[in-house]
């Protein structure tokens, strides 16, 4: 059972948890024990981020969208039964304490030493207001997403480590790197497509490489429950985003 602890209880516990971890991208730090305490919970979780004018510009860890609230740069914004409701860091910290106790299940939890508090699925950042990135880079990260870790030949899937990128028509004769010509390729297939087009290996697409309309990553969370109240903000012609 977590303590009751004031607001600045609260801020400096969490603070702890925030400042002391390895950031999403970086390879771990030396944690804090506090920090150590919060890892394997929601501290990792995705939150959606918003610009001023409510756009998606791109995902961050909790960690990262805790260290934005605890600045006060930003707000939580909460989907609840259609309606976007909006909460400093405090109230969130409040209200978590209530579906703590009684919707546990819908969170995802960073603990630190003396209370918890459920990770946001959305927050909004106050000064920020430009436009999200239209296109979607062109990484092999995005394409193993796009592809969903499918060969394109066999159309098995399989583990990252066990894909390997193949360019369709080969550069060796005249192909680019692009969406159009960029396919995941089980190791299997690739070597025994070596050097040729498709056509020359008798070998055939499982599907058409295109361009993604948004982050494929973005559009394989979409699928989950757990980030239902996501697709409010991200059913916009023109949005796509960069994850950082
Ligand atoms: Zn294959």
Request: hydrophobic share 35%; glycine share 6%; proline share 5%.
């Amino acid at each position: 059972m977590s303590e009751r602890l004031d607001h600045r209880g609260r801020r400096t516990a969490l603070n702890g948890v925030v400042a002391g971890g390895s950031d999403e991208e970086g390879p771990g730090k030396l944690l804090s024990p506090a920090a150590a305490y919060a890892i394997g919970d929601g501290i990792n979780a995705k939150v959606l981020v918003l610009n001023k004018l409510y756009m998606a510009i791109r995902v961050i860890s909790a960690r990262r969208a805790f260290s934005l609230l605890l600045r006060d740069l930003a707000e939580v914004i909460h989907v609840e039964d259609g309606k976007y409701l909006s909460y400093d860091y405090e109230t969130w910290a409040e209200i978590s304490e209530l579906q703590r106790q009684f919707e546990p299940e819908r969170h995802d939890w960073v603990r630190t030493v003396h209370f918890d508090i459920a990770a946001p699925k959305v927050i909004r950042l106050f000064g920020y207001d430009r436009m999200p990135q239209q296109r979607v880079k062109l990484n092999r990260r995005n394409l193993f997403a796009r592809d969903r870790n499918c060969c394109q030949y066999c159309a098995r899937s399989f583990p990252t480590s066990e894909l390997s990128i193949d360019h369709v028509i080969p550069r060796a004769q005249g192909g680019v790197d692009s969406w159009e010509n960029l396919v995941c390729a089980c190791v299997r297939c690739n070597a025994r497509k070596g050097g040729r087009t498709p056509g020359q290996a008798g070998m055939s697409l499982a599907n058409r490489p295109t361009r993604p309309r948004r982050n494929p990553l973005i559009s394989v969370r979409l699928g989950q429950e757990k980030y239902a109240s996501w697709k409010a903000f991200l059913d916009n012609a023109y949005w796509s985003v960069e994850l950082k």
